[in-house]
């Protein structure tokens, strides 16, 4: 079954049972697919790979918008809730990435690699090695964060 066909499933159940987050998530991305299927440069065919890059491009911009919406504190406390449960619900059409103890491990392997421990100016030279190696399997926010926290303590 295509994700395609999947979210139309999950919206029906969603409508049917009253899963109102459910509901806008499915609906949300279902947005975006659309918009995204009509930009003036898009030719192709809507399969499960356009799919899933309609959906990482909007969990990363939902999952950016959270952190922000974090930083308000209380105010923000509900909208971010929101968005952590799409970002979490609408993950799982993703290809799966490194977590942080696995991406750390190839960070530190990278810098010993290169030989620049303790030059903060690498960062960039690390983080594209690692993505040029490593791309499909790691989040590149994370990554950039993990080489800077290991050049900077050396």
């Known amino acids: 079954m295509s994700i395609n066909d999947q979210l139309a499933e999950e919206l029906r159940d969603a409508i049917k049972t009253g899963d109102k987050p459910r509901r806008d998530a499915v609906r949300q991305v279902s947005t975006e697919i659309a918009t995204a299927k009509s930009d003036p440069g898009f030719s192709g065919e809507v399969d499960d790979v356009f799919t899933q890059g309609v959906i990482a491009a909007y969990v990363k911009k939902m999952d950016k918008a959270r952190l922000e919406y974090e930083a308000m504190g209380e105010r923000g406390e509900a909208m971010a809730d929101k968005l952590r449960f799409e970002v979490d619900y609408l993950s799982r059409w993703l290809p799966s990435k490194l977590g942080e103890d696995e991406t750390r491990r190839l960070v530190s392997a990278a810098i010993a690699e290169l030989g620049v421990a303790g030059d903060e100016k690498a960062a960039g030279r690390v983080t594209g090695h690692l993505m040029k190696a490593h791309g499909a399997d790691l989040d590149g926010g994370?990554?950039?964060r993990l080489v800077r926290e290991e050049?900077?303590?050396?």
């Open 142 to 144: 994370m990554v950039n």
């Open 151 to 154: 050049l900077a303590t050396g």
